[in-house]
């Protein structure tokens, strides 16, 4: 479930002196005069086309992004109607050099091939906080009596044993999360004012404080789920986005993640037969996400950055060596409200993830696995170990180690083609 904040700076500031800011969740106030700087670094077709088969696939309000022959109109704020002018460049060779601190495979000086990834900055974003909070995120199950399936553990887990193996190879390794806590410095507590603020505004006049039972289906509309969710996704993410934008300067981030299908009952998880694989870079943003000055803003900062020409093939290349590794069907999204299927493989899809939205260069979001599928639960269970072992008649690797060797595969394959 998604929530808009619509307008609650207003309570700052008088409405009039400052127009209504219609921002997302703990949004920030959009910069649109860092986009002059993208000026003539992107010709009318190149923009037409990343707007309508990337980013607005499912379309975008004609006032909100006007595209014209040699500049696109974009409205900054629908109260004020106030706009800014994005001039396009002539043609590819009169192209202005698009400014960011990220570099693309193609303009690093060209590596040995035993070093695919010499002076690459490759910031590994392991998702969730896992230990403690596991449950609190919801990335948390146990059966029986056996080893609590904790999906920030397991990231995390992935993330180490890559690490080095990144270093090997030539890259700078960099870790957005390398234990389980969490980077802000805000907890529940420090949003039962704004949860509360929100649940009335989405139509629940009264919320109730707390809930007794996680399986209520009701808990989604109480104070404590509502400043959970913004301590531990919206604080936590922006804060990642913080560090990812102004300490690490990375090249490229891979956000590790373990995927699942409604498991139920936590503490008697239902166990299924499927088990999938896919990638996520930005994109495919709704339309009521586009309505948000914020989120506008962001995209449009995205997209004139250029970094989905770097997401898309390594996300490409990821899949094809993961899928190789996993042997996992490509998922399937049951609809695609959300997302859009984008690139040559099945298993890449285009979304709008605050993480893949908010960092500021290319990011690939990897959801391999289902935890509760029967396979990944049994090797899960396994844990880590060298080589392979007989896991329900097969000789397999460590789950995580075969996560690792997908990631890495697929990293070699696109940095040596890239950089010869
Ligand atoms: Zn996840």
Redesign the pocket.
Known sequence: MRLALLALCLSIFPPAVRAAENLGILGRHPRWKVLEKYEQTITHDEFAQLIQNVYCTHGIAPDLIAIDDDSARLLTNRDAQSFVTLRFAKDDASRERVPRLWRAAKSLPPARQEKPLSGLRIALDP??LGGKWAKMEE?WFQVGESQPVK??NL?LKVARILAPRLKELGAKVLFVRNRSQPITSKRPDDFKELGKKILIQNGVPQPREDFADPDEPAKEQTVRWQSEILFYRHSEIRRRAVLVNTKLHPDLVL?L????EPWGDPKNPTLVDKNHLHLLVNGSYLESELELDDERFEMLRKLLSRAYEEELPIANAIAAAMAKETQLPAYEYPTANNVTKIGSTGYVYARNLLATRLYRCPVVYC?PYVMNSRDAFARIQAGDYEGTRNIGGVERKSIFREYADGLVNGLIEYYRTARK
């Open positions: 998702g969730h990335r999906e920030g990231a956000c993640h373990f995927n699942a959801e």
